[in-house]
């Protein structure tokens, strides 16, 4: 069961979903922890603040506060006339990370979707996944079809399915 808190600065239906935070916190908690032990041995407050610094740049990159690359769902629906690839992707994820560098190096038009900012994203992506929040999630959406169709989430995967339209034999139709 996931408990959904909504601060008071939230816009309508935007919570606070407290498992997504643990992650920034621990990194916080941690850094705060070295921070001290350094003060402790004596090295004095600017390698703690550096050490404090990292920690901080470390936890906002993986909080849900990053706000890189998001589409809506909904928008990239509406506005797709043709095939387009979305790829559903969360803030912490070392391999959502990875995946959007190496398609950035590699041009290819992609549509990145963060599913926790995005409710129907993050329902579909538990539906494809079976419950699961894995990510990322890569899939095709073309308006001739009834619902997206599951792609390899991997360059070659992409590529592929933006050159034919639709991969051949690897692909997967969604739930």
Not at 81 to 110: D, I, K, M, N, Q
Request: proline share 8%; net charge positive; hydrophobic share 45%.
């Amino acid at each position: 069961m996931v408990v959904r808190v909504t601060h008071p600065f939230a816009r309508a239906g935007r919570e606070i979903v407290p498992g997504h935070w643990f992650g920034p916190v621990a990194v916080v908690a941690v850094g705060c922890a070295l921070a001290w032990i350094i003060v402790g041995f004596g090295h004095g407050a600017a390698p703690a603040l550096l050490v404090l610094a990292l920690t901080t740049v470390v936890a906002l990159w993986n909080s849900p506060l990053r706000m890189t690359g998001h589409e809506p769902l909904q928008s990239v629906r509406s506005a797709c006339t043709e095939h387009a690839v979305v790829v559903l992707w969360r803030p912490g994820c070392p391999y959502s990370s990875a995946l959007r560098r190496r398609a950035a190096r590699e041009g290819l038009e992609v549509h990145w979707v963060n599913i926790w900012r995005d409710e129907d994203a993050y329902e579909l992506c538990r539906s494809i996944n079976m419950g699961s929040e894995e990510t990322p999630t890569a899939m095709l959406l073309d308006p001739a079809l009834s619902g997206p169709v599951v792609i390899p989430a991997s360059v070659p995967g992409i590529r592929e399915a933006t050159a034919a339209g639709l991969p051949r034999g690897r692909a997967r139709r969604a739930i």
